[in-house]
C-alpha cells in the first residue's frame, strides 16, 4: 500500500446503517452477551470492549491507523500527549531505574525528569545531541530506557537514529522516541530499531487546534506492560477525541505536504532578513545537520525557530507587531502561530539550561501553517520591520 493511503484505512467493520464514517461511541461501557460472556471477557479467553477506560472502538480505530503507519505492533492513546510520555516512563520503570535522555526536550518533558521521576526513585542523565560522543558515556548498568526528540522543540535539533539503533544492538535498553514534530508521515523511527514512539496528537495528528490527546506504539511486550499501568490509573483518551483524531489522520499527508513546503519558504525568506540572527530549520542547508535531516526525515517539517537580534525586548515588540499570526503556545494548527519559548513554554528552565538547547531571549518559534505562503512571509517580514 502506498505511503499516504495508510493514513485512510479502510473500515473492516459496519453496523446495520452501513455508515461509510466510523460512528461516535458515547459509551463508558459495553454488554456481555450472557454470565459466562462477562466471565470469559474478564479472563481475556474473549477479547472485546468492556469499559471505555480499557478500550472503545474509536480509540482502538484511532490506535490501528497511528500502528499502521508508524509500523508498529500495537499502541495505547492517552488523555494528552504528556499523559502519554509520562505513562511510557511510569508503566515501564521503577525504582532504581536510569533514563538516558537528549537534552533537548518538550518543556513538561523536562519537568518529568527533573521533579516527579526523581520522587519516585527514578533518575535520568542528559546528554547533549551535539556531543554524541557522550552518549555511551553516560549509560549505566541500571539503564533501561533512552529517551529522544527529533527534532526537538524548540531548538530542532536532531538525533541519528540510525546510529542511535545500531548502538541499541549493544547495549540492552528500551528505545522511546517522542515523533510529535515529524509525525510518522515524515520519519518512522521503528525502521531504525525504536522500541515505542509517543506523540503529542494534538499536534499535527488533529492539526486544526481542537482536542488534546497522545498515543504510544510500539512493541507488543512493551504495550501490554504498559495497559495493566493505563487500565488501574486511567490517563485513557476520550472517545469523542479519538474520533476526531481518527478523521484528521486522514488528511496528514495532505496537511504535512503543505505544513512543509510552506515552511521551507518561510525559512528561506526569514535568513535573507537582516534583523534575523540565525534560522533553524532541518531542511536548510545551513542547519548543522542538514544531511541527516534529508537522510532521516522526508520533509522538514512544520516548524521554524529563528533569534532576533535585540533580545527579549525586541522579541516581544515583533510579536505584537503581528497581525495574521496568531500568538499561542500550542503548535500545529491550520493557522500559522508564533511563540516566545523564554517567557512561555520554557519560562521554567534557567538561563543556562536554555542556552544548552539553544533558546535565547530573542528566540521566536514559529508553526507554520496552512494559509498562502506569501501572507505568512508578509506578517512576518512586515513585523520585523515594524519592531525596529
Ligand atoms: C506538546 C508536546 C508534548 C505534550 O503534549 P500535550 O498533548 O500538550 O500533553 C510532548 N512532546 C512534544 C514534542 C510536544 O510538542
Known sequence: MKESSKFIRTQTQRS???????????????????????????TEEVQGNIYSRYSNPNTSE???????????????????????????????????????????IFGSTHQLFTQLLPRWGITTTYVDASKPEDFEKALRP????????????????????????????????ILNVDNCFATPYLQKPIEYGADLVSHSSTKYMDGQGRVLGGVVVGRQDLIKEMMFFIRHTGPAMSAFNAWI????????????????SNALSVAEALEQHEDVEVVRYPFLPSHPQYELAKRQMKQGGGVVTFILK???????????????????????????????????THSKLTDDERAQIGIFPGSIRVSVGLEDVN??????????????
Open 16 to 42: 446495520s446503517q452501513r455508515e461509510h464514517s466510523v460512528p461516535l461511541y458515547l459509551t463508558s461501557s459495553f454488554m456481555f452477551d450472557d454470565a459466562e460472556h462477562g466471565r470469559a471477557m474478564f
Open 62 to 104: 484511532f490506535i490501528q491507523k497511528v500502528c499502521d503507519s508508524e509500523g508498529a505492533e500495537a499502541g495505547l492513546a492517552f488523555s494528552s500527549g504528556m499523559a502519554a510520555v509520562f505513562a511510557s516512563f511510569a508503566g515501564l520503570l521503577k525504582s532504581g531505574d536510569h533514563i538516558v535522555a537528549f537534552r533537548s
Open 142 to 173: 541500571e539503564t533501561k530506557m533512552v529517551f529522544l526528540e527529533t527534532p526537538s522543540n524548540p531548538g530542532l535539533e536532531l538525533v541519528d537514529l540510525e546510529w542511535l539503533g545500531g548502538l541499541k544492538k549493544k547495549h540492552n535498553f
Open 245 to 260: 483524531f481518527s478523521k484528521s489522520l486522514e488528511t496528514l499527508p495532505v496537511r504535512m505536504d503543505r505544513h512543509c
Open 310 to 344: 535585540g533580545g527579549m525586548e525586541r522579541a516581544m515588540r515583533f510579536l505584537d507587531a503581528l497581525e495574521m499570526i496568531s500568538l499561542s503556545s500550542n503548535l500545529g494548527d491550520t493557522r500559522t502561530i508564533a511563540t516566545h519559548p523564554v517567557s512561555t
Open 375 to 388: 501572507d505568512i512571509v508578509k506578517d512576518l517580514t512586515t513585523a520585523l520591520d515594524r519592531s525596529k
